[in-house]
């Protein structure tokens, strides 16, 4: 199938500071790449919707102001999260849908960012 | 072996912001630093990151990546006085400071 690279792995930041998370298609290109964020023992929650190009679209609840969404090529898309703070310590998890081996609709999943905001 | 690379000189306008960018490859990591250093003086401390993140001052911003070894200072609203050499300044496993040639930073009016 194919391949949704996610970085970091794994964060540990100060509050108050900013976290750049980036998520790579690497053998296809994304139209569409979907955030979520995951709690402990809670289902994945989808964040926002980011289309190559075009603005993301947030679910209700989400900051847009916080959770600032790139998606400036096929390949690539980025979540930063501004001024985090211990609340924001989560799994965020990205997964991508695009043409080729994605055109029937199938979602191929990141290998999530645990991050830890201290 | 253990290297440093950022760029030995960079030009950029009063007012203006600028980035300098540095790619280090060290045996263990214990953080960075970015240092300044005027020609003739000691090098004086701006930052030290050791975690995933951008950290905002209130003119100068630091950017750290470990999993990429890739570290920036994001300088803003420059001054002539900020005319000076940056250093980048990974920590090795042994907290030992690898010092490289730094970016030699020139701003004109």
């Known amino acids: 199938g194919a391949v949704v690279s996610q970085h970091p792995s794994w964060v540990i930041c100060k509050s108050g500071t900013s976290v750049k998370i980036e998520c790579r298609s690497l053998d296809f290109q994304a139209t569409t790449m979907f955030w979520y964020r995951q709690f402990p023992k809670q289902s994945l929650m989808l964040m926002a919707t980011s289309n190559e190009g075009s603005k993301a679209t947030y679910e209700q609840g989400v900051e847009k102001d916080k959770f600032l969404i790139n998606h400036a090529s096929l390949t690539l898309s980025t979540l930063t999260v501004t001024s985090a703070h211990p609340e924001d310590s989560s799994f965020y998890i990205c997964s991508a849908r695009g043409g080729g081996l994605g055109e029937s609709g199938e979602l191929f999943f990141g290998e999530g960012s645990r991050l830890t905001v201290l | 072996g253990q290297n440093i690379d950022q760029p030995t000189e960079m030009t950029a306008t009063e007012g203006a912001i600028v980035q300098i960018n540095c790619t280090y490859q060290?045996?263990?990591?214990?953080?960075l630093f970015w240092y300044q250093q005027h020609a003739g003086e000691a090098p004086t401390f701006l930052s030290y990151?050791?975690l995933d993140c951008l950290e905002e001052k209130v003119r100068f911003s630091s950017f750290l990546s470990r999993y990429k070894g890739y570290s920036y200072i994001l300088l803003k609203e420059l001054q002539m006085k900020d005319s000076a050499s940056y250093l980048c300044?990974?920590?090795?496993?042994?907290?030992?400071?690898?010092w490289g040639a730094g970016t030699k930073l020139i701003i004109k009016p």
């Open positions: 060290t045996s263990g990591f214990n953080g």
């Open positions: 990151n050791v």
């Open positions: 300044v990974p920590m090795d496993s042994n907290y030992q400071l690898i």
